[in-house]
């Protein structure tokens, strides 16, 4: 997924809604953080996109998805920026892996 400079989600691809049941359509242009990060999760994962908005990565961030039904599902995070052709940064990208089944055991 990514996200502009505001935290809007700019890019949300199939992986990303097959996870959580939202679609580009539900997610486009809406706060990543306040519309799909847990209540508890908020402030570390908006420190996360700020740290990326600055230009530092962050790598093996673990955070919880709200799902569209509810659920809650177990995020790895590599957050990275997301630059336009002068470099500046414009955004963030984050790849994130499931790791719901593995956090359960």
């Known amino acids: 997924f990514g996200v502009d ?5 700019t890019v949300w691809n199939k992986c990303a809604a097959n996870l959580t049941g939202y679609t580009d359509e539900d997610t486009m242009g ?18 996360v996109l700020d740290q990326a908005l600055q230009g530092s990565e962050t790598a093996n ?20 920026s997301r630059r336009d052709v002068e470099g500046r940064v414009v955004g963030m990208v984050g790849i994130g892996q499931d790791i719901t089944a593995r956090i359960a055991q």
């Open 61 to 80: 961030f673990e955070f919880p998805l709200l799902t569209k039904n509810g659920a809650r599902v177990e995020v790895l995070l590599n957050a990275s």
């Open 5 to 9: 400079t505001e935290g809007k989600v």
């Open 30 to 47: 809406h706060n990543l953080v306040q519309g799909f990060i847990t209540e508890d999760f908020r402030s570390s994962v908006q420190e």
